[in-house]
């Protein structure tokens, strides 16, 4: 099979691999699309260090070619998404079903070959059947989607509350829609305007650039009391998180699914006398059907997110590409 194999920092080349063979509770998937997203592009360049030769990728869907020993599902032909960190399954966390916190998580892409190949081995309970007559690209970004499904979720956003959305990547695109989708009225904060027409093509209801004014006044505005209810920061900065906290009222939620790497100050001060609720998520624990269903009902359009597109042989291109800013999800077709 072929396979974009990494050697080392920018040392990816397309070539020619051993198919991996399922063993016992594993499923082997042909890949049709494979999305690429901000933690390949940090492997890429070396900046998240693994052990090479490694093959990246994560956010795919695909069929799958055969299964292991002991595999009664997924099916052979059976059309798949995948859940791409699987746990140990044996450990106080995973045992009481915090699975996405387990300290032995295994990450495809990462920690085991992943899916910038044509085949690619995974457990067969990281495969969730794809709903019928919803085209592959438009459940390629079911991965990012199950993070902010969780998100949201851990906001406990009801519907009449408003929210807001820090950030109009990837995350942030998906965020306003699955808050829209629980009732909620969507403001979108991005420190620039260019996502702006799509985010209200998507739903958000209103936008602003962290440039032009006082956010506080802005939440207050949008929510006609306080701040808004509940606030989903998707960006994954140190400001980011401070935007979070400028935008909800006193007694609002904070929900951090961005992961800032950077150390940040926070006035807690603000967070004790507003008695705001600051709460993380990490990436998803049984949200992939959840996100799936969202888009085959429509309530999440994912579509109008990819922006490129590129061959498996030009996937040094899809890098590049990957940093312009006119791309929001580059897509590898299989
Ligand atoms: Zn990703
Ligand atoms: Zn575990």
């Known amino acids: 099979m072929k396979a974009a194999i990494l050697h ?114 995974v457990p067969a309970r990281c495969c969730w059947a794809a709903p019928a007559g919803v085209a592959d690209e438009d459940l390629m970004v079911t991965e990012p989607l199950a993070v902010v499904v969780r998100a949201v979720a851990r906001g406990q956003v009801r519907a009449g509350e408003t929210a807001a959305v820090v950030g109009a990547g990837t995350l942030g695109l998906l965020a306003l829609q699955v808050l829209r989708a629980r009732g909620a009225r969507v403001l979108a904060v991005s420190r620039s305007a260019r996502r702006f027409t799509l985010a209200r093509e998507l739903g958000a209801e209103a936008t602003h650039a962290v440039a032009d004014g006082p956010l506080e006044e802005v939440a207050r505005g949008f929510s006609r009391r306080e701040g808004v209810d509940c606030v989903v920061e998707t960006a994954g900065t140190p400001e980011a998180v401070a935007h979070a906290l400028a935008l909800v009222r006193p007694g609002g939620r904070v929900v951090l699914t961005g992961l800032p790497h950077d150390p940040t100050s926070v006035r807690f001060f603000s967070v004790v006398r507003r008695e705001v609720t600051i709460v993380g998520s990490m990436i998803y624990q049984d949200e992939f059907a959840e996100a799936m269903r969202l888009v085959a009902a429509g309530h999440v359009r994912t579509g109008p997110l990819i922006t490129h597109r590129f061959a498996l042989d030009e996937i040094e291109r899809a890098f590049a590409v990957h940093r312009e800013p006119a791309s929001i999800k580059v897509a590898v077709i299989l």
């Open 8 to 121: 080392g920092p920018r040392e990816l080349r397309v070539e020619a691999a051993r198919v991996p063979e399922p063993g016992a509770d594993q499923a082997l998937v042909r890949v049709a699309v494979a999305g690429l997203c901000g933690t390949d592009y940090s492997i890429f360049s070396g900046d998240r260090p693994v052990t090479y030769p490694r093959v990246m990728g994560h956010e795919f869907v695909g069929r799958v070619e055969a299964v292991g020993p002991g595999v009664t599902t997924p099916r052979v032909g059976d059309r798949v998404a995948i859940e791409p960190n699987y746990s140990c399954g044996a450990c106080p966390l995973c045992r009481e079903g915090n699975r996405n916190l387990c300290l032995s998580r295994t990450a495809v892409g990462i920690d085991v070959d992943g899916c910038f190949a044509e085949l690619v081995r």
